[in-house]
């Protein structure tokens, strides 16, 4: 691990001195005994791993939905999916590389799979903009979702995304009137839509791509309509507060799961997704097919039925007093 | 008031009591600061009588002003769960609601509507940025959801003001579901072939722009009005540069193609007779006075327009 969350710094101390002890045993002549010590180190590591996550803050899973080495959508494409071709622009103004998407075949099924990227280094991340998407990104990926209905290749979307990009250009396009477009996009769609929040579900520029037949979260991620600092700087006028605000919008997967927002609840290694990125990405692959083979076999109206009611009906039930 | 009001009864059921303004106080124009009456202001539809500006009206001033001889029947829009997440901040949720409805007189940031506009018949939903800020909650939804029905229903076109920050963050996630919830609304409009028609008052901003208030068939905004996804404060802590003249305002979105019209208040209500009159195949208005109820049965009569309430 080379990126700790600052909650985990007690963590990043053990396995820091084991390291250490190590790498002064590879140069002593009597390794032994300070190998006993260093899996001491490693037991106590383990331990202390498995009880930060067994009950992680809300706060501190944002922490670890946002972390920068949890696979993204780009990982997952490449991993799961084989013949990706990428198709881009919204054939209207430009390119937008915060969304990719493009055909590709998930167990020799042919998809269109569109998701948010964040990049993975300052280069792509600034290429990406850290996966905040302008217009052409929901317009490109309207463009997608409606070549996917017309062709009835399902539609996978991997949300993973701040929220859509506050900025000027972004506005005189028409960000909101593409936010509005994509999801009645995806409410229109004929074929099967399954979507995963697989680190941010940021607001507005997530339900452009999530408002899908199954809704799928990976276990530490988090859906909300605002982020917790930005609403602790609404509610509670201090950024600061941000524990505070992230416990109050209830936007972890299992309070998801409680209001029916959130289908299925993909679990994570121990640690997080960071610590076994090919381990996630498994599991997801497992649940994305079992989420596919669940609408397999409907009919056009059918799917945009059972779409339909799940979004009227959230909302009918609160959670438990 | 016309002679609509002699055979039509209003139906008032607001279970809260309105305010009442003595007619001879006065109050500061936002924009200029020139005084003016209470009762100047709002013979003129809040606007100005000075510098034209817009300032805010409550739905239930706009549908007054906006129906035949102001008479309306209100639309029942069901309770959602109240603070369905028992969502704390500085005050609890509940009391926040208290003091909204007790300042506003009203139940919740929405009225939906039933009546005629120049004996055209129609669904009107408008949002109150005065009950916390217009947010969009599950109210709202249902509000948007109810409207969409009715019209159905009654076979008309539905007319939205909308007016709100954003999403209600009071209800967390389930605020955020309101844009597919109310975007469903919409597709139920197109789908019945009726017309849905989007006024955006000051300020319509975030989520509730990101939804159902871009979405009209006709998308028309009242003068000045900030219309947006992001605040203009949060693109400038962004982009740290500063925003041109009159960004984000009902004109610059016009002369970005983002809308089809921007029309003053006091225009609203004519424009609004003539554009869904056209798009339900309708005869053209009346402009004049009207002819009396008993001559003018059917429903292929001819509409009125004009201002003689
Ligand atoms: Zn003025």
Partial sequence: ?321 | MNWISNYVRPRINSIFSRREVPDNLWSKCDDCGAMLFHREIRDNLNVCTNCGHHMAITPRDRFETLFDGGVFAEIDVPEPVADPLHFRDQKKYPDRMRSAQKSTGEKEAMLVAHGEIGRTPIVAAAQDFSFMGGSMGMYVGNAIVAAAEAAVEHRCPLILFSAAGGARMQEGILSLMQMPRTTVAVQMLKEAGLPYIVVLTHPTTGGVTASYAMLGDVQIAEPNALICFAGPRVIEQTIREKLPEGFQRAEYLLEHGMLDRVTPRKELRGELITITRMLMGLPPAIHGDLPSPDETSTSSAPAEDSETK
Avoid at chain 1, 96 to 115: K, S
Avoid at chain 1, 150 to 156: C, D, N, R, S
Wanted: charged content about 30%; proline content about 5%; hydrophobic content about 40%.
């Fill in chain 1, 1 to 321: 691990m080379a990126h700790y969350l600052d909650f985990e710094k007690p963590l990043a101390e053990i396995e820091g001195k084991a390291e250490e002890l190590r790498a002064i045993a590879r140069q002593s002549d009597d390794p032994m005994d300070v190998e006993e010590e260093a899996n001491a180190l490693d037991r106590k590591a383990a331990d202390m791993l498995k009880s930060l996550y067994k009950e992680l803050t809300p706060w501190r899973k944002c922490q670890v939905a946002r972390h920068p080495e949890r696979p993204h959508c780009k990982d997952y494409i490449d991993a799961l999916f084989t013949e990706f071709t990428p198709l881009s622009g919204d054939r209207n103004f430009g390119e937008d590389q915060a969304v990719m998407g493009g055909l590709a075949r998930l167990n020799d099924t042919p998809v269109m799979v569109i998701g948010h990227e964040k990049g993975h280094d300052t280069q792509s991340r600034l290429r990406r903009n850290f996966g905040m998407a302008r217009p052409e990104g929901y317009r490109k990926a309207i463009r997608l979702m409606e070549m996917a209905d017309k062709f009835g290749l399902p539609v996978i979307t991997l949300v993973d995304t701040p929220g859509a990009y506050p900025g000027k250009g972004a506005e005189e396009r028409g960000q909101s009137e593409a936010i509005a477009r994509s999801t009645e996009a995806c409410l229109s769609l004929g074929v099967p839509l399954v979507s995963v929040i697989i680190g941010e579900g940021g607001s507005g520029g997530a339900v452009a791509f999530a408002t899908a037949n199954r809704v799928a979260m990976l276990e530490h991620s988090v859906y909300s309509v605002i982020s917790p600092e930005g609403c602790a700087s609404i509610l509670w006028k201090d950024a600061e507060k941000m524990r505070e605000a992230a416990q109050a919008l209830r936007l972890t997967a299992e309070d998801l799961h409680k209001l029916g927002v959130c289908d299925r609840i993909i679990p994570e290694p121990l640690g997080g997704a960071q610590r076994d990125p090919e381990g996630t990405i498994r599991t997801v692959g497992r649940a994305l097919k079992q989420l596919l083979d669940e609408l397999s076999g409907k009919d056009a109206g059918t799917l945009r039925a059972d779409r339909r009611r799940k979004f009227l009906e959230l909302g009918s039930k609160g959670l438990a007093a």
